[in-house]
Structure formats: C-alpha cells, structure tokens
C-alpha cells in the first residue's frame, strides 16, 4: 500500500499537493505506468486507476473525512460506470433499430 507522507496546500491557489515517502515513489510510478502501458481498453484502465487511488493512505486525514473522500470516489466510479452503459444501450438501440428497417 502506498503511503502519504504529508499533504501540502498551495498558499495561491489553495489546491493540495501530496509528498510521498521516497522508497514509494519508484512503486506508485511503476504500478501507474504498468496499468497506463497495459493492453486494457480505457474503461479497464480507469477503473484500475480508481482502485489505485482508492487504495492510498493518508496519515492525516480523520475516519469521517476518509468516509466522505470514499463516497466522491465511489460516486465517480459509478459515473463513469454509468456513461459506459449508456454508450452500450445506444449502441444496441442503434442495432436494434436499424434490424426493424
């Protein structure tokens, strides 16, 4: 598992900045870089990546923050879950019509 070692706010434009210790730096670039060189279709890779993600400790965050973080996380997934459904149902609306013609 990958670990966090602090996370840094940027004093202008207030986004988060993660450092991560140095003995799991060379891990995470070469899991991202095994999932992104992978021979999955891109639906695949993203929900690989979401996993990757999911699995990251952060020392400093408290059990209700994680919660809250876990819920975006899931919600995103199921977004992009749902898009890929909706991407097949118009494929097979499309088939489906074009056999009635």
């Known amino acids: 598992m990958v670990k966090i070692k602090t996370l840094i706010k940027c004093p ?19 899991k991202l870089e095994a999932v992104l060189k992978s021979r999955k279709d891109a639906y695949e890779k993203k929900i690989a990546l ?17 919660k809250r973080i876990d819920y975006l996380l899931q919600g995103r997934l199921y977004n992009e879950l ?20």
């Open 82 to 101: 749902a898009k890929q459904s909706m991407k097949e149902y118009k494929k097979l609306t499309v088939e489906d019509f074009n056999r009635a013609k």
């Open 12 to 30: 202008n434009c207030g986004k988060s900045n993660m450092i991560l210790d140095e003995e799991y730096e060379r891990s995470v670039w070469k």
């Open 50 to 66: 979401f996993n990757f993600v999911k699995n990251i400790e952060i020392k400093d965050l408290e059990p209700l923050e994680k």
